[in-house]
């Protein structure tokens, strides 16, 4: 069964909506999506082919970690991450079956995925080629916002320089060859949930993509008359938090500033070229694990942000689900988040009217404040260099801005109904009875093994000369600073390359890199809140010689680090030595980094879901190491899961509810002490 165009889907849904009496038309609505997938490419298939058929209007696809930092999934790195937070595509009969009975032609396709960006629309290319589609009709985006990864989402591969070099040509290809498709969606999503302010969200964004349009417009792989398209097929990503009235004015901000920028930086005289073209997907960060329940007026309060002003409305909006700060949802979570969405575009009149906003004062008045502001730090950054140059500061600065935002948090001095006030509760009516496990969408560990399998069979089943012959291509190209990395890309794709073999080829001629963890700029923001810890570690100093020292680890593929850094930055207020060397540590990394260190406590981040998987092994590796210290663990787990952990020897598990630090040092101090005592060595 084939499923019909998005617009066609739109026009079923909407057939009920009377048109309002006005002096002007009713506004198309922006398109509607889910960010989804998981499992497999099959079972991700059925789950968009039913959104689909719910009215959602486009299609957002979300990858599993494998897929998007370059392993296959029978890789030793991948073990335990094989579809759990998207879709796992290792090569083109993944794609096949992805996109199977949806009509790419008339689809619009968002893809995040970034450091392996050229080789997914390079499959997304070949599928359209093997199924009669002209690329040149294919719509949709491609996230491909690298400097992001470094500072947020963590799913980066190569250095910044060669990074930047594989987004120019990403642009460079398809402003020629696939001219409906957005290259590269610069996110300040991603920036928001590490921490950013407004102001730095805007500035932030505004220089990585100067630092992109700058390098295309140098690369010499366009001609100076086609700049004005490339300005033109830029597209964003940006959040919307709770504070709705200043998130309209930021976006009213993020479109003034990128008329002027397309202005003066570039000459685009056309307005339609220089509008500021973006999607969304409302907070994340704010949704709480406590009080679930409240994140649906969340939700609905955040998506007002960016659709009440008319002039600076989303074009496209995928909201998240309410239990996302449990786990993975289920598809009737997704159906919640798509019917707010169909609600406030089908049932109400907020696209009957012209810019509500315009002429207010208040409006105005915030809105020049945070352009003003945006502008000063935008100023900042290229004097750094630009956004590529300057990633460790960046970095820095935002893990200062998200200590801060914490502290907040933990003082009261921030609201968060549920968790710091208005705490007592009826037990929720969506949770209870039936627990977590039903509340959340659990993959088969069974996934991992069947898609090994299949990875070994693409790669007997196709010409493995071929494949070599397309993977020097690849590498020559890449070795070729001139050359576009595009072509190379796609025929690998035609000849049955995967994405392991992809990104392996040019780990060999780019290299990796290891992004800065920026915890020294959140140092000494909490004095006041863990006096009474770091008290207590003097102590423990000065009876065994040293501080407590303790290990911060992320093993697996997980990128996002902001909960490992806060807690670095905290434990280092509380007065622990504290070892963090960043993200993307194997088992064998920290068991060795906690024996060489002699740490007290080891500290596990995983938030991606691979817990029950990555957590035993880490501990296996620790005690073969003679290490003996008390293992915790923090992230999205569930309290069935907590138990499994517990029985395997970890000492404490901490999940979202549990955001006061003061508590979370003091216990791991205790820990220390313990550790610590003659009798426990």
């Known amino acids: 069964m084939s499923v019909p165009a998005g617009r066609d889907l739109a026009a079923r849904h909407n057939g009920g909506v009377s048109e309002a009496p006005s002096v002007r038309s009713r506004d198309k609505p922006w398109v509607m999506r889910t960010y989804s997938g998981h499992t497999s490419a099959r079972a991700s298939n059925a789950l968009y082919r039913t959104n689909l058929a719910k009215g959602q209007t486009g299609l957002s696809i979300a990858f599993d970690l494998p897929t998007q930092t370059g ?67 294919l719509q949709g985006t491609t996230q491909n916002d690298i400097v992001k990864e470094y500072l947020s989402r963590g799913t980066y591969i190569f250095p910044p320089g060669p990074s930047r070099r594989l987004t120019v040509d990403v642009v460079a290809y398809t402003v020629r060859h696939v001219p409906k498709w957005n290259p590269i969606n610069v996110c300040s999503y991603h920036l928001q949930e590490a921490g950013a302010t407004p102001v730095q969200e805007l500035a932030y964004a505004l220089a990585t993509a100067i630092g992109v349009l700058d390098a295309v417009r140098d690369s010499g792989k ?12 830029i597209s964003f990503f940006v959040n919307a938090g709770i504070r709705f009235v200043e998130e309209t004015c930021k976006m ?49 309060l955040e ?17 998240p689900a309410w239990n996302e700060a449990l786990g993975l949802p289920r598809p009737w979570d997704q159906q919640w988040s798509l019917r707010i969405q169909q609600v406030l575009a089908y ?55 998200q200590a801060e935002r914490v502290r907040r948090i933990e003082t009261g001095e921030l609201p968060v109904v549920g968790v710091n006030c208005f705490t007592t509760t009826e037990p929720s009516a969506l949770v209870a009875g039936d627990g977590s496990a039903a509340t959340i969408l659990k993959v088969d560990p069974a996934v991992e093994a069947e898609l090994r ?61 290891r992004a800065p963890t920026g915890v020294s700029g959140g140092i000494g923001r909490r004095g006041s809140e863990l006096r ?68 007290d406590v080891v500290g596990i981040s995983i938030l991606s879901g691979s817990h029950l998987e990555l957590v035993p092994e880490v501990v296996a590796r620790l005690r073969s190491q003679g290490v003996d210290a008390p293992v915790v663990v923090g992230g999205i787990i569930p309290p069935e899961d907590a138990e499994v952990l517990r029985d395997k020897g970890v000492a404490a598990v901490y999940t979202p509810k549990d955001f006061e630090f003061g508590r979370i040092m003091a216990e791991l101090a205790e820990l220390a002490e313990h550790h610590r005592q003659p009798a426990s060595r």
């Open 71 to 137: 392993y296959d999934p029978d890789a030793p790195e991948a073990a335990g991450e094989v579809g759990k937070v998207g879709v796992p595509v290792a090569h083109l009969g993944h794609m096949d079956q992805l996109m199977e009975g949806i009509p790419v032609g008339e689809m619009n396709t968002s893809m995040t995925i970034n450091a392996t960006a050229p080789w997914l629309l390079g499959l997304y290319i070949a599928h359209a080629q093997r199924t009669g589609v002209d690329p040149a009709v």
């Open 222 to 233: 366009v001609e100076p008359d086609e700049l004005p398209a490339v300005v033109g097929r």
């Open 252 to 300: 009213r901000a993020f479109t003034d500033l990128w008329d002027r920028i397309c202005r003066e930086r570039y000459g685009v005289q056309d307005p339609a070229l220089r509008r500021f073209r973006y999607g969304v997907q409302v907070n994340s960060l704010g949704l709480t694990e406590a009080q679930p329940e409240n994140n649906i007026q969340r939700i609905v």
């Open 303 to 319: 998506t007002l942000g960016v659709t009440l002003s008319r002039r600076a409305r989303a074009r496209a909006i995928q909201l």
């Open 347 to 401: 049932e109400t009149d907020l696209l009957e009217y012209d810019d509500i906003f315009d002429g207010s004062t208040v409006v105005e008045a915030k809105t020049a404040e945070l352009a003003d502001a945006a502008w000063q730090e935008l100023q900042e950054v290229l004097a750094l260099g630009g956004a590529f140059e300057a990633v460790d500061e960046l970095k820095r600065r935002l893990v200062r801005s």
């Open 453 to 513: 399998e299949d990875v070994a069979r693409w790669r007997a089943a196709h010409d493995r000369q071929a494949v070599q012959r397309a993977l020097d291509e690849l590498r020559r190209v890449a070795e070729d600073e001139s050359a576009n990395i595009m072509p190379a890309t796609i025929a690998l794709a035609h000849a049955g390359g995967t994405t392991g073999a992809w990104a392996a080829a040019l780990r060999q001629v780019f290299g990796e890199y």
């Open 532 to 599: 009474a810890v770091a008290e207590r570690n003097r102590a423990l100093a000065a009876r065994t010689g040293s501080p407590p020292k303790l290990l911060v680890a992320k093993p697996g593929l997980d990128g996002h680090s902001n909960g490992a850094e806060q807690i670095a930055v905290a434990a280092r207020d509380a007065g622990f030595e504290v070892v963090y060397q960043g993200i993307r540590s194997s088992a064998e990394q920290i068991a060795a980094a906690a024996r060489d260190e002699d740490v």
